[in-house]
């Protein structure tokens, strides 16, 4: 059971955090910060049905989901105006390394975030993502091979034009 103090620190701390893993499912700013609030929403309303130890993977399951109820919903509508709107507009500086990581399917990009970038352990990652263990080290192995073949050919693309 946790208390709204814990709750509320421990969303203040990993704020950031769960909105990047948003970000690795949805490609869109606005259903990121949707899918977090419904999330946390929904966490608040049942916080009650959790041990404390286990709320910082809860939250992140629950976000997970809110992500793929969003992209479910997604699917029947067709976003021209917001293609049209935000294309060629904002280039972020790290172009190459966001295109790389996007090019990634999601069950690659997700472990790869979670281990890499938030430090989750295999066996915890596993949890949040209801795989088993070897599943996850399988695709952390994917993403990285994957990743390496695209960092290798921007290095030998970028040498070709330097000369």
Known sequence: MVDEQTFVATVLENERMLYRVSRSILRNDNDCLDA?????????????????DH??????????????????????????????????????????????????????????????????????????LRIPQGTVKWRLHKARKQLRIEFDEEVSGDESHGS
Request: hydrophobic share 40%; with cysteine.
């Open 36 to 52: 977090v609030q419904e999330a946390l929403s929904r966490a608040w309303a049942r916080r009650n049905q959790v041990h404390p």
């Open 55 to 128: 709320l910082r993977p809860w939250l992140i399951r629950i976000v997970i989901n809110e992500c793929h109820n969003i992209q479910r919903k997604s699917r029947r509508m067709v976003p021209t105006e917001e293609i049209e709107a935000y294309a060629g507009v904002y280039d972020p500086p790290d172009t190459f390394l966001r295109d790389a990581l996007d090019s990634l399917e999601e069950r690659l990009r997700l472990p790869l975030l979670l281990h890499y970038l938030e430090d989750f352990k295999i066996s915890e990652i596993a949890a949040m």
